[in-house]
Nanobody
Framework: QVQLVESGGGLVQPGGSLRLSCAAS????????MDWYRQFPGKERELVAY???????IYADSVMGRFTISRDNAKKMVYLQMKRLKREDTAVYYC?????????????????WGQGTQVTVSS
């Protein structure tokens, strides 16, 4: 089994920044992909950012130019640097991991999910 633990969420003012981290533990040798999703109240989880098998980051249109995803494959960590945060970024952010090398950002392709970290953007 793989456990994912997110950290770095919290309350931030509009225009501010946060950096989320996600650490994988347990049977991590099989983990190939770690990416970020978020969920708004009453909504389905939506993709925030993922890294393709070729190493290219792909972002949701709503966060393009403001968020940056990065991974440390050796440490099985994934990060999400969030800048110029907006009130509409308020959500629970989830780390997702997969043993397959390609997910296409499809949530069904991920076997493991973290418990989520709340990000609240408010003045």
């Amino acid at each position: 089994q793989v456990q994912l633990v997110e950290s770095g969420g919290g309350l931030v003012q509009p225009g501010g920044s946060l950096r989320l981290s996600c650490a994988a533990s347990g049977s991590i040798f099989g983990v190939n992909v770690m990416d970020w999703y978020r969920q708004f109240p009453g909504k389905e989880r939506e993709l925030v950012a993922y890294i393709t098998s070729g190493g290219w980051p792909i972002y949701a249109d709503s966060v393009m130019g403001r968020f940056t995803i990065s991974r440390d494959n050796a440490k099985k960590m994934v990060y999400l640097q969030m800048k110029r945060l907006k009130r509409e970024d308020t959500a629970v952010y989830y780390c997702a991991a997969a043993t397959r090398s390609r997910t296409g950002g499809d949530p069904k392709m991920y076997e493991y999910w973290g418990q989520g970290t709340q990000v609240t953007v408010s003045s």
